[in-house]
């Protein structure tokens, strides 16, 4: 009896091993957007900067969109310019600490310590290092577009400026910047609240996207002729 109980339990545990794994293998071979495999907050980096973009620190979330906004009215309503902006900014910064500092005496209260900041060498190069590689792969990109030897990418780029020129017409610059400082701050949050749906929705328009280029692609790009726009000086030796 004793025997034949232990080997169901062997049994169950087995199945809700085994079930456990396949639920972890459905979701993993669930289709997520821009092909993610982690969960939002860790696709973000994690950290203090995902909380703030995913409102699990509301106060800071709430304070750094109040921010933006109230620089953005500044610019766009008040007609505030960038550097009259940053020398008042500098101003109030200084005589506030200065004020402190000097009235700290006469109220108890303990100066403001300023912290000792020293940019390290090491951090300089790592910096200018990463500056070097995203410039060159970005000749790299632009090099491979202009010669031609890769017609989609050249459609892409194409498009992609071209829809950018559009949106420059509705929006000047600071504006732009500000949708896209909201967004950052929005669409994650919505993102992970419906994170399932959008995933669908995602799918089903990724499929549709690669159905209509296969039929362009078989009707219209594979019909026009390559045309090479670099010699080939190998042929030449």
């Known amino acids: 009896m004793s025997d034949s109980s232990g080997d169901e339990a062997h049994e ?40 703030l973009l995913l409102w699990r620190n509301k106060q800071g979330s709430a304070c750094l969109l109040a921010s933006g906004t109230v620089i953005w009215l500044l610019f766009e309503w008040i007609d505030y310019h960038l550097l009259t902006f940053i020398c008042h900014s500098l101003i109030l910064a200084l005589a506030t600490c200065f004020l402190w500092s000097n009235l700290s005496f006469f109220i108890n209260k303990s100066p403001v310590e300023f912290p000792n900041v020293v940019l390290s060498e090491d951090l300089c190069n790592s ?24 017609l989609k990418k050249f459609l892409y780029a194409i498009g992609s400026l071209w ?5 420059g017409r509705w929006f000047d610059f600071l504006t732009l910047c500000y949708i896209a400082f909201v967004m950052m701050l929005t669409v994650p949050l919505l993102y992970e609240k419906n994170e399932d749906r959008v995933d669908a929705y995602a799918h089903d328009a990724k ?24 010699r080939d000086t190998s042929k030449q030796h």
């Open 163 to 167: 829809i950018a020129s559009v949106i």
């Open 12 to 51: 169950e545990v087995k199945h809700g091993k085994g079930g456990d794994k396949a639920k972890s293998d459905a979701h993993s071979d669930k289709y997520h957007i821009f092909g993610r495999q982690k969960p939002v907050h860790s696709a973000l980096g994690g950290g203090k900067p995902a909380d």
């Open 207 to 230: 499929s549709k996207l690669q159905r209509h280029y296969s039929k362009l692609d078989e009707t219209v790009l594979k019909k026009l002729p390559h045309i090479p726009f670099t």
């Open 127 to 150: 910096i200018a290092l990463l500056l070097r590689d995203r410039c060159n792969q970005a000749v790299c990109i632009f090099r491979d577009i202009a010669t031609g030897k890769d």
